[in-house]
């Protein structure tokens, strides 16, 4: 009887959570990203399958509200680069052309992160989804010894997002992102997100996302957010062809 309870109550615990997965998923985004307009500084480091580093990139993330978001490249190979996101819509502006090439969310920055990791910083926007149960939190360690996390699936709401389905693993209290398997259109599981907090006991945003490729290479790409403040750029900077003029944006 007392066996029969507890599952009893686990099942409508798992029924209530599952029917507001959207309210999960605006709990997990604050945890990317803090308010609607921010500044993102963001540092991209990939590191070698022997674990020698690489390369590393700068960028600065305009991060706006209804999924709008212009990046530019800081560092000196890429300096004057732009990538502009209007929902689905992506422009590559180069600082010698006067035409915004248009490319996908996919197009690769540096390593495994590609314009869709550092330029979408929310869920809830770009996702429906399911609770599947409550799971480790590391997979290779047990239940009974270790934190447990909520397994949510998510199935995109349109084509044009980053990841057709994400298997995403959040804090079971907090709901703070911890992991996330990333799979592309053909359903291939293209990369593994781990997400680092700033304070594992009581954390308050993600610091880095570390992607491990899971196709080609199998190097992994540290996306560091080294600073984030609030930030709403002018209504010109989010139009791309304001932006072929290569504009001071600094």
Not at 32 to 47: A, P
Not at 66 to 92: C, H, I, N, T, Y
């Amino acid at each position: 009887m007392k066996t029969t309870l507890l599952i009893a109550l686990a099942l409508t615990t798992l029924a209530a959570q599952a029917q507001d997965v959207s309210a999960l998923l605006k709990a997990t985004d604050k945890f990317r990203m803090s308010s609607d307009n921010l500044q993102v500084e963001t540092q991209i480091n990939v590191i070698n399958a022997d674990g020698t580093p690489d390369k590393e990139r700068r960028y600065k993330v305009f991060a706006q509200a209804r999924r709008q978001s212009l990046v530019l490249m800081q560092s000196p190979a890429e300096k004057g680069q732009k990538v502009l996101m209007l929902g689905d819509d992506f422009w590559l502006l180069m600082p010698e052309s006067q035409r915004p090439l248009r490319i996908t969310p996919m197009q690769k920055l540096l390593g495994d992160a590609s314009t869709g990791d550092i330029a979408t910083m929310s869920w809830a926007e770009d996702y429906s989804g399911k609770l599947v149960a409550e799971e480790p939190c590391d997979p290779t360690e047990s239940v009974a010894t270790k934190p447990t996390c909520l397994h949510l699936s998510l199935a995109a709401l349109r084509k044009g997002v980053t990841y057709q389905r994400i298997e995403l693993w959040m804090g079971k209290t907090r709901h703070e992102p911890v992991r996330a398997d990333l799979y592309v259109l053909s359903d291939k599981l293209a990369k593994q997100a781990r997400f680092v907090m700033d304070k594992p006991s009581a954390p308050t945003m993600v610091t880095e996302m570390v992607l491990s490729d899971q196709v080609s290479n199998h190097k992994t790409t540290h996306v560091r957010y080294l600073s984030r403040k609030d930030k709403q750029v002018p209504p010109e900077w989010l139009n791309p062809m304001f932006l072929v003029r290569n504009p001071a944006l600094d």
